[in-house]
């Protein structure tokens, strides 16, 4: 599969169990999450990268980005985790099978 197979030129998202998929949203969350680990950034550049980075959670869960890859940093990892676990948590629970 190539990136034009999921995302053809000029489409700009696609959706995915109901959320809408925007191009770009891999490569925020790692520059985002660089933000996170980099020593020299301010606390505001990093409370704003944190929010960023939740605010793409949903999208990532739904691309399962985060059952296919690890993240290296404890740190981070922990965080993801945790707001991964208050997204599910919050999730409507699934219609019963008929």
């Known amino acids: 599969m190539q990136a034009q197979d999921v995302l053809p030129d000029g489409q700009d998202f696609v959706l995915r ?9 891999v490569a925020a969350f790692l520059a985002n999450a660089q933000l996170l680990q980099d020593p020299n950034a301010t606390a505001e550049a990093k409370q704003a990268a944190e929010r960023d980075l939740i605010a793409l959670l949903p999208a990532l869960e739904a691309l399962g980005l985060f059952d296919v890859f690890e993240l290296r940093s404890p740190a981070l990892r922990d965080e993801v985790a945790r707001h991964r676990a208050a997204l599910i948590s919050s999730a409507p629970a699934a219609a019963p099978r008929a």
């Open 17 to 25: 169990n109901g959320l809408q998929l925007r191009k770009g949203s």
